[in-house]
């Protein structure tokens, strides 16, 4: 062993990924139980309304973390390429080649990072 492999740096470095690695473990590991995801979001979400409801505090950190999900909400529904601003500059027109036909809806902001 040498000294570098013995140094704080490297054991912080160490657990950083090993924490990385078991956090996208248990992402990929959820990714299939979509309606499990959401109730236990909403589950969170009613808790943390109840504690604010009882302790009578927290009104700003809620408002502005209130914004932070709007804002993060729309992100999700929105199309990253804006169909208006595509079109707009030669107009609406067919498919002219296969690649062209179909373009799925893309989001502008994924699931995971939404949650």
Same mark, same amino acid.
């Given at each position: ?57 927290? *009104?700003?950190?809620? *408002? ?52």
């Amino acid at each position: 062993m040498s000294t570098e492999d013995a140094s704080p740096a490297a054991a912080i470095t160490r657990w950083k990924f090993e924490a990385a690695r078991r956090y996208q473990h248990i992402l990929d590991k959820s990714t299939p139980h979509v309606g499990q995801r959401w109730l236990g979001c909403l589950v969170v979400a009613l808790v943390y309304v109840l504690r604010v409801y009882i302790v009578q505090g927290f *009104y700003v950190v809620s *408002y502005g973390l209130g914004i932070y999900i709007l804002n993060l909400l729309i992100g999700f529904l929105s199309p990253q390429v804006d169909p208006e601003i595509l079109d707009a500059d030669n107009g609406p027109s067919l498919p002219t080649s296969g690649s062209d036909e179909f373009r799925p809806f893309v989001r502008r902001l994924p699931e995971f990072k939404f949650w």
